[in-house]
């Protein structure tokens, strides 16, 4: 299948999901997926401004990059931090010769083994309200191809938080809040599989979400249960699983 095809089945499969009653916090790690997979990304996260304006993660394909995006909303730089002030692409070919630009942010990115970044903006009307990142192992991806269907995905996100609980423009801030809630179930859910399985959290997420996918569930409802208590960690955590979350 040509890159092309790939793209297209991508798109209609996340805008099939749209329609549908979907969970919002898979939604937003799979359009983070499709990043990394089809975006020449060595990783990918989602940050959206909740309703103090304050950036907050809700989407990355790993760890290393949920760790990164935090920095960047720690020391106050970066390419989300900028993408969002803007309201427009940031990019940054080369992390080494970034630390004029971002002298807090650059270093942490090669620490982090990432080379290059990528920032494209959550666009709604005239505002933005949030950005995807991508963080590249090498150069930054196949340039202007790359960046349109990054945006696309981008434009996805949004629409996703839009349509989430049904809600309208004017109650974009309160359907953040309820995706930053999801995640943070999610987290605690990793956290308790983690400690329970002696694993890593990357790999608690895929198990949690092949429960989810087992039992026809949201990662969400998943992860509300074992924090509730209506779920054991051992019935989630089970055999290890053969591929991540999305892949083929």
Same mark, same amino acid.
């Given at each position: ?39 020449? $990304? =060595? ?7 909740? *309703? %103090?304006?304050? &950036? +907050? ?6 760890? #290393? ?42 270093? $942490? =990115? ?7 970044? *990528? %920032?494209?903006? &959550? +666009? ?6 949030? #950005? ?117």
């Amino acid at each position: 299948m040509g890159r092309q095809a790939e793209l297209n089945e991508a798109f209609a499969s996340l805008t099939e999901s749209l329609v549908g009653d979907f969970d919002l916090a898979e939604l937003l790690d799979r359009i983070a997926g499709c990043c990394v997979t089809l975006c020449s $990304a =060595g990783g990918a996260g989602i940050v959206v401004v909740d *309703r %103090a304006g304050t &950036l +907050r993660d809700v989407a990355y394909s790993s760890e #290393a990059v949920r760790a990164l995006e935090r920095r960047q909303m720690e020391v106050g730089e970066g390419p989300c931090i900028d993408c969002v002030r803007l309201g427009r692409p940031v990019i940054e070919t080369d992390l080494s010769a970034a630390d004029a630009r971002w002298p807090l942010f650059a270093p $942490a =990115g090669r620490l982090a083994g990432f080379n290059s970044a *990528r %920032a494209l903006p &959550l +666009r709604l009307c005239d505002t933005t309200v949030g #950005a995807l990142s991508l963080f590249d192992v090498g150069a930054a991806g196949r340039g202007e191809e790359d960046l349109r269907a990054a945006q696309v995905f981008a434009d996805l996100a949004v629409l996703a938080v839009l349509h989430h609980r049904q809600l309208d423009v004017e109650s974009t801030g309160e359907t953040i809040a309820h995706a930053l809630a999801d995640r943070s179930l999610i987290e605690r859910a990793k956290g308790m599989l983690a400690e329970a399985g002696g694993i890593g959290t990357d790999e608690a997420f895929e198990r949690l979400a092949v429960h989810a996918r087992r039992y026809v569930q949201g990662p969400t409802e998943t992860a509300a249960a074992l924090v509730s208590g209506a779920l054991a960690p051992d019935a989630v955590l089970g055999p290890a699983p053969r591929t991540r979350p999305g892949g083929d």
